[in-house]
């Protein structure tokens, strides 16, 4: 028997909680927006066609125009991406980030500083 795409796209949804941290939206959609940039072109692509699928699947005529293999291949383009995706890792490259954003504003402040020194001769 073959699952629903509704049915999948709640496991995306739950892998894009857990792996990218989107928590907030209700829904594919919503989610797949928040995840916004995080998300490269083509999963952000292959998201909109799982989402067009979904809006497709409640109405019984135009279930039937749903190209199938597309949008399982969009599925399974998604879902390999996040199970690929660490949080641990992402936070991490988040706070050395953060730590070498404020290590470079504290050279550029020394390096102003002592040039105003040299140019008024003080040292």
């Given at each position: 028997m073959?699952?629903?795409i509704s049915h999948r796209a709640e496991e995306l949804n739950a892998l894009m909680r857990d792996r990218l941290g989107v928590?907030?939206?209700d829904g594919?959609?919503?989610?797949?927006a928040k995840a916004g940039r995080r998300?490269?072109?083509?999963?952000?692509?292959?998201g909109r066609v799982i989402a067009e699928a979904l809006g497709m699947e409640t109405h019984p005529k135009l279930?039937?125009?749903?190209?199938?293999?597309?949008?399982?291949k969009a599925?399974?383009?998604?879902?390999?991406?996040l199970m690929r995706q660490n949080p641990r890792l992402r936070v991490r490259n988040r706070v050395l980030d953060i730590?070498?954003?404020?290590?470079?504003?504290?050279?550029?402040?020394?390096a102003l500083v002592l040039t105003v020194l040299v140019w008024r001769g003080l040292v």
């Open positions: 073959e699952t629903s928590k907030l939206g594919f959609e919503a989610r797949l998300l490269p072109r083509w999963a952000r692509r292959d279930a039937q125009q749903i190209d199938r293999a597309r949008v399982d599925l399974k383009n998604l879902r390999y991406f730590i070498t954003g404020i290590a470079f504003a504290l050279f550029v402040t020394g």
